[in-house]
């Protein structure tokens, strides 16, 4: 197996050599406007529906919960509190990407807080998830999809993967939009997804050639743009004409190795010794 992956990186290593060009790539797919920023949500919630698989009554807060949310629906516990093995306390996490209105989806990631053992087959009912602020910014609902499989007999167990995380692809609608300003009125500023000191000097190069000569770079991945020197009214379009300019990124040394489907990459970068 040792000399089959030597082979494969020898052989990646000579292609790489020979026919390894770099590419041009545009200025918005290595950088960001500063304000035009990600936010996190999250929530705690409840899946329904599991084969015996939820938590135990070792897990309380999801017997409270379960008990809280048939209140609200008008069954009373009568004294005692619900309990059922198909059902699961769960933290759900998004991300709120920027200029998201309302009414639009988002997808959602679904993690058992509890001791249950597998969420296939699960469902997530209505959860608020909430920012930093505590303010509920989307709801979100729907089917949990793992990528992993359990399954037990009286001799043995097979797990394969995690299958007590799940995800739920445009699980939530956005309830309230956070919206973008832009607090420097003179400048625009981009911000480097890696620092750089190259690229941030290619990335200032390129923006003065395409009309922007009042570029200049902060630190190793901030770029101010003057307003004056954006010949559009329309602010958009200006930012669209900027993001749009390329540039030749400097390339890293890396070898990027996938276990999982034995998938090797490497960087032009890269070289191997004895």
């Known amino acids: 197996m040792k000399n089959i992956i030597s082979f494969i990186l020898l052989m990646s290593l000579c292609t790489t050599s020979l026919f390894a060009v770099s590419l041009p790539v545009r200025l918005k797919d290595i950088s960001r406007i500063v304000e035009a920023r990600d936010n996190q949500l999250v929530g705690y919630g409840l899946v329904v529906g599991l084969r015996n698989t939820g938590d135990s009554k070792a897990t309380v807060f999801t017997d409270v919960a379960l008990t809280n949310l048939m209140r609200k629906m008008g069954i009373s516990p009568g004294g005692r509190e619900f309990y059922s093995r198909n059902v699961a306390g769960v933290i759900v996490t998004a991300t709120l990407p920027p200029f998201v ?20 087959g699960g469902t997530l009912i209505v959860t608020p998830l909430k920012g930093v602020d505590l303010r509920t910014y989307a709801l979100a609902q729907g089917t949990v999809i793992i990528g992993g499989l359990s399954a037990s007999s009286l001799q043995s167990r097979y797990t394969k993967n995690q299958t007590t995380v799940g995800r739920i692809p445009d699980g939530a609608i956005v309830e309230e939009e956070i919206a973008v300003t832009f607090t420097d009125q003179h400048n625009i500023t981009l911000v480097l997804n890696e620092s750089n000191f190259v690229n941030v000097s290619k990335a200032v190069q390129a923006i003065q050639e395409n009309g922007f000569p009042g570029a200049q770079a902060i630190d190793a991945n901030t770029i101010k743009v003057p307003l004056e020197d954006l010949e559009s009214s329309d602010l958009v379009a200006a930012i ?19 276990p999982r489907t034995g998938t090797i990459i490497i960087g032009e970068m890269v070289r191997l010794f004895p």
Do not use: F, M, Y
């Open 240 to 258: 669209a004409e900027l993001e749009n300019i390329t540039l030749t990124p400097d390339p890293s040394a890396k070898i990027v190795i996938n």
């Open 101 to 120: 209105k309302k009414g639009q989806k988002i997808s959602v990631t679904v993690s058992s807080l509890g001791d249950s053992t597998s969420l296939l």
